[in-house]
Nanobody, 127 residues
């Protein structure tokens, strides 16, 4: 099991930027696939971005070109840089880990392949 702790959420005006971070422990970080998901009020949790242990990156269409995922294996951390934020980006952002390489369906990582989850960090974008 991997322990994950998110940080860096907050309140930001539309068009602004924010970076959320996730610190991992309990497993060799360089051998884990990592992902970011989000859940808005009244909506289901949705995929945002993921980065494989080998560095391959995936983005949801809704954030492509605005968000950037990265990882620092020396710091056991994964980051999500969010630029040009929109009110519809408002959600709780969750970090997740997959010890077994996640599968992809129609270009999107399968959520259930991520078996460890953080507690989430709130991101609120106001207009």
């Amino acid at each position: 099991q991997v322990q994950l702790v998110e940080s860096g959420g907050g309140l930001v005006q539309a068009g602004g930027s924010l970076r959320v971070s996730c610190a991992a422990s309990g497993h060799t970080f360089s051998s884990i696939d990592m992902g970011w998901f989000r859940q808005a009020p009244g909506k289901e949790r949705e995929f945002v971005s993921a980065i494989r242990r080998g560095g391959t990156i995936y983005y949801a269409d809704s954030v492509k070109g605005r968000f950037t995922i990265s990882r620092d294996n020396a710091k056991n951390a994964v980051y999500l840089q969010m630029n040009s934020l929109k009110p519809e980006d408002t959600a709780v952002y969750y970090c997740a880990a997959a010890l077994v390489p996640f599968r992809v369906r129609s270009g999107t990582p399968i959520t259930s392949d991520f078996t460890s989850w953080g507690q989430g960090t709130q991101v609120t974008v106001y207009s």
